[in-house]
């Protein structure tokens, strides 16, 4: 029995389909139009930001697959690991963040979006190693950031005032304020020796500068003095303009001023070849660490500290017990104290992600 709706399948031969060239080009021009317009009112419904409320995705749909490739391009760029590009589209995604390039060129909304990632993964309900392992990939990616020329100032015209400049004139190197950018000549308080008198650089000699921002970022510029004048009733010294910045990148990690009461114990090698193991002595000294970041610190001591000794270093940090071994690089004496500089050696990775909370005030409330 023959169904009333059956048909030969020759009814729809493929041959039978014209397949003009220029119908299928008109056909390809109004799908392009079609998701053209799509694009333009997502991009009307959703305009960028430098951060959007917190929570929010970044964007969905066509938005969010160009906000993937934005970010994606740019760890291509400053150089992030695969680990590191999934760290960073994470945290600018958890702050709701549009414009990435908006963020990384300002340290403190960029700061606002790892702080808050920093939260997040810290009161993570996953086991504690893997809780350390993301942070240690959180504050790696901060680092990378930290240390790349993206974002960079140009000219000298964009030095902030206040910024610390050193200056090198011939042998002598000389710090000095920044006192206005805005001018013809870059305006910088008067150099003075240690003394206290005032250096005068003759008119035109050709000097080197070099500056870090707050975002430890490090530049140098040569640049001459223009002359001398005054500003707010202070004497003043004046520097042409340069917009031929280079960029420094001597500060492997961030530092950050501390008072901190710590704990040294001399560490000591005992035996040889493969039996070679390290003794910490008990004996324990009393300091105080000065500034800290993940490669080291700085600290103050009444006690010599020969160069090149190896210590225990011992302090506690919201309640946590931190501990690094640390080898002292070099040292010198401050009337009663002695401040030795001590590279790390071994910091186990949660320390060192409590240092790095330190340092960026991301455990702050």
Do not use: W
Not at 278 to 283: Q, S, T
Not at 324 to 341: D, E, F, K, W
Request: hydrophobic content about 40%; glycine content about 8%; overall charge positive.
């Amino acid at each position: 029995m023959i169904l009333p709706l059956q048909t030969s399948i020759d009814n729809f031969a493929l041959n039978d389909v014209k397949t003009d060239p220029v119908t299928i080009i008109v056909g390809l021009s109004i799908i392009a139009a079609i998701i053209a317009a799509l694009v333009i009112y997502n991009s009307i419904k959703k305009p960028s930001s430098g951060g959007g409320k917190s929570g929010t995705s970044g964007g969905g749909g066509t938005i969010g697959i160009f906000l993937t490739f934005k970010i994606h391009s740019l760890a291509r760029n400053i150089g992030l690991s695969g680990e590191q590009t999934k760290m960073f589209d994470f945290i600018l995604k958890t702050d709701g963040v549009t414009d990435p390039e908006a963020s990384i060129t300002n340290p403190a909304l960029l700061d606002r979006h790892f702080r808050r990632a920093f939260r997040i993964i810290e009161n993570g309900k996953e086991p504690q190693k893997e809780i350390q392992r993301k942070l240690a990939v959180l504050f790696s990616t901060r680092n990378i950031l930290e240390n790349s020329s993206f974002g960079g100032i140009t000219s000298t015209k964009q030095i902030k005032d206040d910024t610390t400049l050193t200056i090198s004139n011939g042998k002598d190197k000389l710090n000095v304020s920044s006192v206005s950018a805005k001018g013809e000549n870059l305006v910088v308080e008067m150099p003075k020796t240690i003394l206290g008198s005032q250096v005068k650089i003759p008119k035109g000699t050709k000097i080197s500068v070099v500056f870090f921002t707050k975002s430890n970022k490090g530049f140098s510029f040569e640049t001459r003095v223009v002359g001398y004048s005054s500003y707010s009733g202070l004497p003043t010294l004046l520097l042409a303009h340069s917009g031929h910045l280079r960029f420094l990148s001597q500060r492997r990690y961030r530092r950050k001023q501390a008072a901190i009461a710590c704990s040294m114990f001399l560490v000591y090698v005992e035996g040889s070849g493969k039996k070679q193991r390290l003794i910490v002595d008990k004996r324990r000294m009393n300091a105080q660490v000065a500034d800290i970041s993940v490669g080291g610190c700085s600290i103050k001591s009444m006690a010599p500290i020969q160069v090149g000794a190896r210590f225990k270093i011992e302090f506690m940090q919201n309640n946590i017990n931190v501990a690094a071994l640390g080898q002292v690089l070099r040292s010198n004496r401050i009337g009663a104290n002695t401040i030795i500089h001590v590279r790390f050696l071994r910091v186990s990775q949660n320390s060192m992600n409590i240092i790095n909370a330190f340092v960026y005030d991301y455990g702050r409330e």
